[in-house]
């Protein structure tokens, strides 16, 4: 071997170490993540969350909760967005673009409650920021009943999701905040 390729290997073992370097001391608190994520119904969507979050690893258990409540922010949101653009398209029902309407209010709404619930999680005010995040969690039922109120109105299928991946959301919320009321 000679000296420049042992120079090379050398140079480029510490630039590997460095490159590791950060991934094992990030390790030690994916601890927090998963004992907090064990306490939750729903492991595999608070683990994912919270892991594709590059602020995580450093948070303590009211920031991953802060985190998660920007993943039902960020869902609901879009499911607004979507509903919005739905009512949009809808040209001659009058009944279904009343509902569509009324669904991306309500996931409006669900922002709004979920908004106020990071600014009780800063207070410390975790009894608050329950109650907005159940809030949140509900807004959806109402949305789903919107659609029982007119005959011959099926709840669309692209909805179904959309309901039960901010209710599972804020259920993982609501178990973290349990957690930091203890």
Do not use: W
Request: net charge positive; charged share 20%.
């Amino acid at each position: 071997m000679t000296s420049s390729s042992f120079l090379l290997l050398f140079l480029l073992s510490i630039a590997l170490l460095r490159f590791y370097q950060p991934i094992v001391l990030a390790n030690g608190d994916t601890d927090l993540i998963q004992k907090t994520c064990k306490s939750t119904k729903y492991y595999d969507l608070c683990l994912s969350s919270l892991k594709s979050d590059p602020t995580s690893p450093k948070a303590d258990t009211k920031g991953l909760g802060t985190i998660m409540v920007g993943v039902g922010i960020a869902n609901a949101t879009a499911t607004a967005s979507y509903l919005s653009s739905q009512v949009l398209s809808i040209s001659t029902d009058t009944s279904m673009r009343k509902v569509m309407k009324e669904c991306a209010d309500k996931y409006s709404y669900a922002v709004n409650a979920l908004q106020s619930s990071i600014q009780d999680l800063n207070s410390e005010m975790y009894d608050y920021a329950y109650m907005h995040v159940m809030a949140a969690a509900d807004y959806p039922n109402a949305c789903h009943n919107g659609f029982k109120r007119y005959a011959g109105l099926a709840y669309p299928p692209k909805l179904v999701g959309r309901e039960d991946g901010l209710k599972h959301i804020c259920d993982v919320v609501l178990s973290i905040i349990n957690l930091l009321g203890r």
